[in-house]
């Protein structure tokens, strides 16, 4: 239990670290790839399309390798890890929503390379292809045989590679060696496949996009041991267990199977989980947004200036409000046409933004109308803010205005208010400075 809640917690900051980065765009169309880019993919294709007609020629003599005990035969654990290679495939959490894959669809592939013959784990490395994204609408076709030539070629070569560290052609037949030999060959061939998966996704990517060399490997390496570092483990181990071909040995290695899938559905849901709250708040962060000028707008001031009440109540600090007025803000829409308001409003917001702290929040409450709320400062210090702000203002120079922009400011606090007066009494304040000539700070 502790397992699955500590792997949780790490899902959910990796799918909060991917979330921050730039989303992964769909491969673009073939006809628009670089020569190279099409050159390289044309040949890993066609060796990939030769490797599968070898290993189609081959199958026959792949499945009729004879075993000397057990009812466990090629077929047998082909038909066996196909099965929970689709199943996992199928399963996959969706990489276009988190743009993180954990495809465990691997682990059958890793386990065929080390008990099957080279033809016939090849041809079982297309299974997982059966993910939700190669159905999707974007998927491009020579994406598709690009990822199927790489998976005939790596998982063939695996399993060639683990029959010559044997000295053993007919894998069936070498069932009575030690296990330890077994974990450190298997060790070894699982490593040289995810460096074999890490090289030529690095190169595709290198030739289809300007990004530079590091970038490109980095996230690659990191994506590929996510998948492979804990699923070449498992493996191994319920490769040793069908390895042995013993009468109970495939009822043990479908237990772990399912317990695998089973906690891989407990960690979708989790990720699943994870999306909809961040989709959540981002849709409430929308909604207390000021488009225009991202400030908050009337609704979301309105709540974050109950909460701080609420604790300034409870806490007993003060707080100080500020009231701001765009002067003449009419009379800009008329002679110079909204878009120069809107980006009087644009600009204004930005400059009041970064001219506050962080515990401070700004919200355009309508129109030309602005309010700052100050926690824990007192009404002296929220009119020298003030006085600051309605300076930095008149100082501004907005292309295409010719005009200076000028703010009318009310600053009210409840050092010198009621909490229920206090946003009536900024209002007030406000009123005074326009009334007394504008361009002028009041409390």
Known sequence: MMLITDY????????????QESPTSQPPPFSKLRLAAKIYILLLS???ISVFIVDVLNLPNALGVPYPNGYLNNFTIALFLFIFSVLFAINDIPAQSIRLSFNLSYVPLIIGAFLLPPPLVSLLSL?????RNTFSKGYRLYRLTFDASVYLVIYGLGSLLFQELYLERNIALIGNSTELKFVIIAAFVALTIFIMNVIPVTVVIKLTTVQAFKQILVPVFKNIAVQYGGTSAFSILVAAVLFSRSNGSLALATVGFLSLFAYRINMVNAAKGFEAEANRKALEIIAKTDSLTELLNRRGFDEAWDKEIAESKRYS??????????????SVNDAYGHDMGDEILRVLGKILKSSIRDSDFIGRIGGEEISIALPHVELDGAIILAERLRKTVSELTIEGYSKPCTISLGVASTSNSTYEEIRSNADLALYRAKKNGRNRVES
């Open 8 to 19: 949780k917690l790490w899902l959910k900051q990796q799918l909060t670290k991917f979330r």
């Open 127 to 131: 299974s997982s292809l059966f993910t």
């Open 317 to 330: 600090y003060p707080v100080s409000l500020i009231a701001i007025d765009i002067d003449y803000f009419k």
């Open 46 to 48: 066609s060796v990939g």
